[in-house]
């Protein structure tokens, strides 16, 4: 396999820092505009509590 030419590595080279920078945001990019999709489970309702309602009956004055 034929290397690359010595310009292309020192291209490369000169430039990894941008080159590194600019594939992390595109794989950001990619991962955040698929987040659209992730479906998130809705919470489950609340257990229902059985209340007894009592009627008030005033005490007596003493």
Known sequence: ????????TRLIADRFPFLCALWL??????VLTD???W??????????LDVEI???????PS
């Open 54 to 60: 009592l009627p008030f009956v005033p005490s007596a």
């Open 35 to 37: 987040a659209a999709s």
């Open 39 to 48: 479906r998130v489970p809705a919470p489950r309702p609340p257990e229902p």
């Open 25 to 30: 945001h595109l794989a950001l990019y990619a």
């Open 1 to 8: 396999m034929p290397l690359p030419p010595a310009s292309l």
